[in-house]
Structures are given as structure tokens and as C-alpha cells.
């Protein structure tokens, strides 16, 4: 994958979500027998960072804690299996 996508649903400055998506980044490709990043991550302070693989790019969703559910939702038609 050459393109990144990072989907900040939060109201925090892009700048300050960078340090989440380094720490993801740096745990490398551990889902989806090596294919995706992490599933979902949740850090200390309720930032909350979810994957998504499409055909060309890796997403990366920011959102606060608590919204996972409903993206997952909206989302049902992809494969999210436990990693």
C-alpha cells in the first residue's frame, strides 16, 4: 500500500492525532494475517484509532471513545474479525 488516509472524526487538531497514528504505524501490519494494521487501538485518554483496508489505501479512523459501535455499524459489510 502506498497511500495512507487518516479520517479524523474528533474535534482535536490534526497535529495532535499524529502521535496516535505513529504508535499504530509503528506496531506494523498485526490484523488480517498481516494485511491491515491494528483492528483498533485504544488509548489512556479515550482516542480511539480503527483501521480499514480498501483496494488502494489504508484508512486509519480517529474517533473519541464511544463511537466505535456505530461506525462499526455503518460499516457491517466489512470483515472485522478479532485479531
Known sequence: MGKLIIDNRTN??????????????????????????CYGISFHNGVNVYSDLNKKSDRLIVMKEGEWWEWVWQNKSNNFNSA
Open 12 to 37: 482535536i487538531e490534526m497535529e495532535n492525532i499524529l502521535p496516535y497514528i505513529k504508535a499504530v504505524l509503528a506496531k506494523g501490519r498485526i490484523s488480517n494475517n498481516g494485511k491491515q494494521y
